[in-house]
């Protein structure tokens, strides 16, 4: 076990360096972006004098390379800096912008949660299923059930998310009204109502996600069908059931846990067009909303977010492939 | 044992085989009778259809087989019509199945004592503990070390010849009335294969169960079986009582069969003192990463002559030749040829050096790019090391090709996917004769193939040395080859050369006692060959108990 103890700490540093470069590519790319903030907010007001008295305030005017600097030593401080849109800027003029007004923390910190919650009644749900509905279609493989699902979960993940989420709203929500079809759900609100009007972006993101763990679950089961060990679990007299969940499942769990993982990184990072349609106040549509303004604090600890989970995500998963393999947890 | 009713009976069998809408014959009509407590032999080549057999004997038919007519009814019990249900509460129960290789058939994710008990809990047989306690004790009757830890662990913690005995345990585990072994030691070493076969006839016995041995090996299956079966492509050839078979087989296959262990060559005489080797190794010391493999190992190979070189898996013999080649630089001592040291690795090599040197690979299957033509595998070193190309580069192949005994007309355009396992090994020779070398390695070129094919190309390879004078590395573990082919024997053990000398010494005693306890190991064309080793020996001494006890010593 020492050995996986070395391993999770190599992972750990690879992934810090991973966030580093992330970082760097971020900045970058922000940066590379047309058209600026102050002009941005000044809009038909901008004049030179003003755009320049805003860049000097916001320290844009300054090189690209010690912007990086001070945005680093900043974040590794836990200051992700103040969101742009959130400064005062009635007195344009040139006064100095009042600063801790808005922090990006601030900004982002409830967002966050919001999106860490649908994401995990997303999982919970999507995660068990699919894995399920994999197995059963290995089982019964190439009857009507087989076939039918994969049509269905190809169909719900070769649609676009908006035409998902459309369709739900009209069946659960117009033509049988079960569930709210807007999400906007906000602070002190109680679990219960919480959980109810995420209901359906959740049901809508698991028909996005059920496809890809699915047809993992039951190409990986397959994959192993012709194996020795296979053929002495039947030969046994092993139901066929038992066979797959005993003797396939077991041994085809590294596979599943890689999809997995990405499917929960895409929950958390790419769900933008789903908090749209249901006007649900996650991270996504702060991140789309402040590319529009050009609020690079926010852009840039957005996108440094979703590179940490999608490196987080995959070490649990790498991790967990490890554990799920007796050669490496138990060597010779 | 003379009972009404045999405990299987086979009548008038058909099994085919589906591939991309053909149907194949796999068994024509077969009849068979196993009665209670009788082990029955079923020998063939590969195709024979022997597994095949054996599974139906099941009422179990993999993947793409069909039964298509024919009986098959255990302890009359119809099981070519019962439904899955029926047949599942037969399976593990009452029939057990050994496969061939254990390390692939025990679950890698699950202990191995967990597997055993599976069996016996699912069909109510016994409860998971009392059928744990029950593994313990088969473990220790089957003489396998620690019975009480050994079933705690994960297959992959377990050795082979070990497996291979919690595997037969396993089968064991509800005491069925029909155990199927098919091919249990083919993969294993003479010195571990005898403690499995010993192992096995002992359980076999002391349950009085009744077992179908499937092997391709007459001397193994002349030990375990009662009765022995010869197929051949589906059909049966003769059966008859193990000693009847052994010594007036009726029909000519099996003669030819049986024939197979006769050819042998001339031995050479040794090199003349002074003759400088083609191939000298000086005591190189090799390793894999951090793990010693070769410790100070020296032989010399000279023109024209053919040295084996023997030992059990994980001896060194294959590392030995990947120092030759130079794909593993030792980490001292060196590698002369023709008197001349070469460079550690084969990067450093320039291209006469290379081609001085070619390699013959065990899976001709795996050796050759199915994607290339055979005139492409073979072209290929024809340019690289004799600079020939167009019109002389093909009448080189030709020329090769009708060296290697296969139509240049007929193979020319082909794919390695369209030729036989024997022919694929032909191609792998002409491959290796085209750079014109001097040496030629051959990796258990023949351990993959049938005897009867292995024996086409033992001849081959000797016909070849004759005309070109090539110095030949023959590595191998199965002695019969070396009997057949060796001028000169190198016995290798632990990364060392533990003896060598000319062939007909080695086989003369007296011995080191590592050759000798691998020459005592081979079985024999003798019914009693077992019986006999064991008393010799005691059940103590056999395999790996033997070979840790001599390390002590």
């Excluded at chain 1, 967002?111 to 299923?129: I, Q």
């Excluded at chain 1, 012709?226 to 005993?246: D, Q, T, Y």
């Excluded at chain 1, 003797?247 to 499917?263: R, Y």
């Excluded at chain 2, 009662?226 to 029909?251: C, H, N, Q, W, Y």
Aim: hydrophobic content about 45%; aromatic content about 6%.
């Amino acid at each position: 076990m020492a050995g996986i103890g070395l391993i999770i700490i190599k992972r750990l540093g690879l992934g810090l360096l991973t966030m580093l470069m992330v970082s760097i590519l971020i900045f970058g790319a922000v940066n590379l972006l047309p058209g600026d903030f102050a002009q941005a907010i000044l809009g038909q007001g901008a004049t030179p004098e003003a755009v320049q008295a805003i860049r000097r305030d916001l320290g844009l005017d300054q090189p690209l390379v010690e912007r990086y600097f001070t945005w680093l030593f900043g974040v590794l401080q836990g200051d992700f800096g103040n969101s742009f849109a959130e400064l005062n800027f009635s007195s344009y003029g040139g006064t100095t912008a009042s600063a801790n007004f808005g922090s990006v923390a601030d900004k982002l910190a409830p967002r966050f949660n919001n999106t860490m919650f649908l994401a995990g009644v997303t999982a919970l749900f999507a995660v068990p299923v699919s894995i399920l509905i994999g197995v059963l279609a290995a089982l019964y493989r190439n009857s009507i059930f087989d076939r039918v699902a994969n049509i269905t979960t190809l169909t719900s993940i070769s649609s676009p998310e908006f035409f998902l989420a459309y369709i739900l709203i009209l069946i659960l929500a117009v033509l049988n009204p079960i569930l709210p079809s807007l999400s906007n759900i906000y602070d002190g609100m109680d679990f219960a109502d919480r959980l109810e009007r995420s209901m359906l972006p959740a049901l809508t993101l698991t028909l996005v996600v059920t496809a890809h763990m699915m047809r993992m679950t039951r190409a990986a089961i397959i994959n192993l069908l012709a194996s020795p060990f296979i053929e002495m679990a039947r030969l046994k007299g092993l139901s066929p059931f038992r066979v797959i969940l005993f003797h396939a499942l077991p041994n085809a769990l590294a596979p599943i846990i890689n999809v997995v993982a990405l499917n929960l990184a895409f929950l958390i990072t790419g769900v933008v067009v789903v908090e749209v349609v249901f006007v649900y106040p996650g991270i996504g549509q702060l991140f789309v909303d402040s590319v529009k303004i050009r609020d690079i604090p926010v852009v840039q600890a957005c996108c440094l977010l979703f590179a940490a989970a999608y490196i987080l995500l995959n070490l649990t998963a790498d991790i967990m492939a490890i554990l799920s393999n007796p050669r490496l947890r138990h060597p010779k | 044992m003379t009972e009404k009713e045999p405990l299987v009976r086979i009548r008038n069998l058909n099994i085919i085989g589906i591939t991309d809408e053909t149907e194949v014959p796999i068994i024509n009509g077969v009849d068979l009778d196993l009665h209670r407590g009788e082990v029955i032999g079923l020998i063939g080549e590969s195709g024979a259809g022997k597994s095949t057999l054996g599974l139906a004997a099941m009422g179990f038919t993999r993947d793409g087989c069909h039964i298509r007519g024919g009986e098959v009814t255990f302890d009359g019990i119809d099981l070519v019509d019962a439904g899955p249900e029926i047949r599942r509460e037969l399976l593990g129960k009452r029939i057990a199945y050994v496969a061939q290789s254990a390390a692939a058939s025990f679950n890698p994710a699950h202990r191995i004592i967990r597997q055993h008990s599976e069996a016996p809990m699912v069909h109510s047989v016994m409860p998971r503990q009392q059928s744990e306690e029950d593994a313990i004790d088969l473990y220790n009757r089957l003489r396998l070390p620690n019975p009480e830890e050994i079933g705690f662990r994960y297959p992959h913690q377990v050795s082979g010849g070990q497996l291979q005995r919690a595997m037969t345990a396993m089968a064991m585990s509800c005491r069925p009335d029909l155990i199927i072994f098919d091919e249990p030691t083919t993969a294993l070493d003479v010195t571990t294969q005898i403690e499995v076969l010993a192992a096995i006839r002992d359980i076999v016995s002391q349950f009085n169960t009744a077992a179908i041995y499937i092997t391709h090996d007459l001397a193994v299956v002349a030990q375990m079986a009662d009765r022995i079966k010869v197929l051949f492509r589906g059909d049966e050839v003769e059966e008859a009582a193990t000693g009847t078979m052994m010594k007036s087989p009726k029909e000519e296959y099996t003669k030819s069969l049986w024939a197979v262990r006769s050819f042998q060559r001339k031995q050479k005489p040794l090199a003349k003192k002074g003759e400088v080797p083609v191939i000298s190794l000086q005591s190189v010391t090799a390793a894999y990463a951090t793990t010693p493999v070769l410790r100070e190992v020296s032989f010399d190979i000279h023109r024209g002559r053919t040295v084996a070189v023997v030992g059990e898996s994980g001896s060194g013999k294959s590392t030995a030749a990947r120092c030759i080649t130079g794909l593993l630089p030792p980490l001292s001592g060196q590698v002369l040829n023709n008197g001349n040291p070469l460079p550690a690795s084969f990067r450093q090599r320039n291209r006469e050096q290379l081609r001085q040197i070619q390699m013959i690979y065990q899976m001709a299957d795996t050796a050759l790019n199915p994607r290339m033509k055979i005139s492409e595998i073979i072209g290929r070193p024809v340019e690289f090391y004799l600079g020939l190309t167009g019109n002389e580069k093909k009448k080189r192949v030709f020329q090769l090709l009708e060296q290697i005994e296969l139509d240049p007309a007929q193979y020319y355009n082909r794919l390695p996917t369209e030729l036989s396992g024997g022919q694929k090994q032909r191609i792998g020779i002409a491959r290796a004769l085209a750079a014109e070398p001097e040496f030629i390695i051959c990796d258990e070129v023949t351990s993959a193939l049938d005897q009867l094919v292995a024996e086409g190309i033992l001849k081959l390879l000797a016909k070849l040395q004759d005309q070109m004078d090539l110095a030949y590395m023959f590595i191998t573990h199965d002695l019969s080859t070396v009997r057949a082919i060796a001028d000169e024997v190198v016995v290798m053990k632990d990364g060392e050369v533990v003896e060598s000398g000319a062939k007909n010494k080695m086989f003369k005693p007296p011995h080191h006692p590592y050759t000798d306890l691998l020459l005592s190991s081979v079985p024999e064309m003798d019914e009693n060959w077992l019986d006999e080793l064991l008393d010799q020996r005691g059940v103590e001494n056999i395999g790996d108990a033997a070979v840790s006890k001599m390390a002590g010593n």
